[in-house]
């Protein structure tokens, strides 16, 4: 590991951790109530997959030090982002798009 | 600390469980040589039924049954054995596995891969693929009948299909492996001085290659699974409500789709057909570049077409699919990114002949290879064109018009371009020159015989006779009149076997009788052949090199050699 | 001549090799569970309006709840062992790392309570195509679980025993390790909606 973590710097991403911690319990109770809400379908997923994606970037972030990793792995990461995106996106689409023909 | 250097390893960690690089790039090599040769065998064996539809196969017919015919669901394995063994267990293992395990750590000057065990292991998940693959012929429902690419419903139900899947999870695996190895090696371990744009295009093409390897072969392996449940969980993920099969409605809860297969494996499998060209690409791009004594007209635009080529594959996927009823803002898309997709190809293509522009050509056996390559690939790219236009595929799809599409690219292609790196890099490997007469005896009755089995498919193609006809389409009218064709293949496919004994030949022959050569027989410049011939175990290097200059600096005016090898210090 | 950069830094990249390696691999594990996302996506399309929520009802979201947060926890712990190493405290990393252990195991329990309870309704992957992707995602997620807690009791028992000849290198395969198992509690903070709440 890089030298600049030192016992000082470490105690005080303990403190960090914690807070993630809470944050992530709180989200996960948030999201379970939100789901008895009377929301609509829409509204239910982008609710539901928002909370998610803060929970999903709050452990990559800390948990996993992306928020200071090297500039290489955030490129591959980006570049692999991407590629989901299309993979997510596009069989979805041509279904979409087939039905407004078919 | 290390010892590797001073005590003998005993044999099974020396030759089997081998962590070194240049070992198992020739276990890749070896087992996919062989791989390829079953593969071509089963191709063979179909080429006898498609000449000769009433008749008994010669040799091997007894294996078929009493009276030796050839019953249409084993030409259906064969023919889906065929494609399987050579893309998976062939060509990526030979391309890759092999060629990129030994060459790229040479190529960047590193004692060995980042990972060895992982190395190891990534062989050992293949070789288990490879043999459960094959074991599928021997079981009770016999080897997997539904093609290269399983379409479901198809592939759902029909025997033999299991053994696939579970294959297929294990080649993906050894493939993922080895790929996230290539990458970490390329970028952690370049000797000093190696900077990006100071690589040869044969690691640019391997680097590409392995990043098409790890994000696109996840979504089939998860795609495996899935009709992996199908199968065996009796899941409907690819299985339409009410599907009927042979005059009954299937048992299934039903909702799933074909078309989700379809969309996960040319996800993968688009990307896929650049694993196969791009290593071959590379290996031209050295053996051009070392025959012609001349630096590959524009490295940059090579690099960079070969990173965009990249990107785009990802996205043209659906252009296998265009019969599958998508809808006209979807094909559109595809259509374009296809097209797209042909210019960077076009790009390295065009530089390669560039290259040979004003060279005093050498023409050995690698260079003939290459040479040849370039025109074939050229018909391959170019009846590509046709396919990527809807309007047009919908005649061409599955006609024998696609077959020889990718045939050409393929075979005369990557094939030519693996052979080619074979003649190449033999010296290196075994410290002898493979013979020459044997090599000319090699390439010439192939180039021909390559032509004569996959050129006349565009007559079929275009006559519309379909692929994966156990007749060959004897019982269509408008097939009656291209069907002499096939006899004529056939005997090429046949007198192409033949002209691989000479090379089989060869690699054995040259072993012990080839001309004995020093480190840099071909007076190359890339960091390999500043490794002994071969390269000493473990380590490849006396000392890790250093380098100062680009990768193809041939016939520098004003230089006493018409080389430099990208070791030597600039002066001044 | 061994090989550069498994321990230490190159100074263009700044990462040592196993780092750069465990990134892609989960580059790959992102478009393995993509896959499997879109299947989930195309089939939810396929399926009449509001089946997939309705099929959903049956499944125990207390449970579920319960197990995300037993997962998280174990997502502190061990970046907590992690931690504990940097400090050179090595009890404390062996109390962390059996915390994650022993938060996988629950995990892992409550998953197979779920998974009878299930199977005693009669409702199985074959059931219809909700349950489909429900046990072949949560049924890979598993799979990933055990791997890990494998990975993780190495580095727990048998595999400590690093820490006294080569302390550097033990941290660097302990932070390793921790990035894979996060990423696999990224996947059930995915999962977990997904599947129970939509
Ligand atoms: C240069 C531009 C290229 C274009 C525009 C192109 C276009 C296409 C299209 C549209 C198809 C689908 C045809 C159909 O099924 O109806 C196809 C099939 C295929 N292509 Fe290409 N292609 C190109 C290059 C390549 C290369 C470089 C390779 C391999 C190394 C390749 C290998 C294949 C294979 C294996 C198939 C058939 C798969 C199957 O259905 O079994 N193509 N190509
Ligand atoms: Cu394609």
Redo the contacts with the bound molecule.
Sequence with gaps: MSSGHSTADIQSHIKVYMTVFAALAALTIITVAASYLDLSTGEGILLALTIASVKGSLVASYFMHLISERALITWILMLTAGFFFVLMFIPMASFIDQAQVG | MDSHNHHEEPFYRKYIWSTDHKIIGLQYGITSLIFLLIGFSLMMIMRWQLAYPESAVPLVGSIFGEDGMLLPEIYNSLGAMH?TIMIFLGIVPLAVGAFGNYIVPLQIGAPDMAFPKINAASYWCYFVGGVVMMSSFFTAEGAARS???SYPPLADIEVGQTMWLIGMIFLITSSLLGSINFITTIIQLRAPGLTWMRLPFFVWAQFVTSFLLVLAFPPLEAAAVLQLMDRVAGTSFFLPSGLVVSGEVLGVSGGGSPLLWQHLFWFL?HPE??V??LPAMGIIAEVIANNTRKPLWGYNSLVFAVVFLGFMSFIVWA??M?ITGMGTAMSAFFQTT??I??IP?IIILSAFFISLWGASIRFNTPMLFALAFLPMFGI??LT??P??FAAA?IY???TYY?IG??HY??AP??IFGLFAGIYYWYPKITGRKMSELLGKLHFWPSLIFMNGVFMPMFIQGLAGVSRRLWDGGLEYAHASGVLHWNEFMSISAWLLGLAQLPFIFNIFYSLKRGEKVDKNPWGATTLEWTAPSPPLPHVNFEKIPEVHRVAYEYSVPGRKRDFTPQTEPKKG | MDIPYTVEERPDTGLFNAKLGVWLFLASEVMLFGGLFSAYIFLRYGAPVGAFHEWGQELNIPLATLNTLILISSSVTMVMSWASLKLNDFKKYKLYMGLTLLCALGFLIIKYIEYTAKFDHHIYPSTNTFYAIYFTLTGLHGLHIIGGMIVLFYFWIPGSKMWDSKPEQFTNRIEIAGLYWHFVDLVWIFLFPVLYLL
């Design positions: 494609g093609g290269w690419t499998a057909v650049y196969l060209i252009h296998h265009f296809t097209m997709i042909s190809s391959g790219g590509g064109l396919l990527g595929d061409l799809h599955d696609v599409h990718f690219v393929v292609g990557t």
